[in-house]
């Protein structure tokens, strides 16, 4: 236990020395307060600026670092039936596209440009991002 807990609250109330903590079992991932990093900014600007990526795929930028639920099965106990089902299978595939996935070659920004820029228009961000 860390030692700036000891002595708290969160420490010596009963209701809080439970496997869930705070939450109620199968709150659903996104009720979990958790720190944010650069997944969770991407996920905040792209809701802010309207972005119409399916939740499915919003949830995969979200959650695709949070290895201890999806690689090493910590917080299921927390995790809606949609989190299981439907959201954890998106972010294991994505997964296999992610991290492992660079390599030293680096594309010519001219002729991809077209696809990527057809895409930020089906997904309703093809202007200048709201910071």
Known sequence: MLRSLVGSEMCIRDRYNTECG??????????????????????????????????EGLA????????????????????SKHDMAVI??????FNKFDLYSKGDHVPDVAAVWPYY????KKYNLHGLLNW
């Open 117 to 120: 820029r057809s895409l930020l």
């Open 60 to 79: 995969m930028i979200r959650f695709h670092s949070f290895y201890p639920w999806h690689t090493g099965e910590a917080y299921n106990h927390l995790c």
């Open 88 to 93: 954890k299978p998106w972010v294991l595939e």
């Open 22 to 55: 705070i939450y109620a079992p199968e709150c659903g991932l996104e009720n979990l307060i958790m720190s944010w990093g650069h997944d969770e900014y991407m996920y905040q600007m792209l809701k802010f600026n309207g972005c119409t990526i399916p939740e």
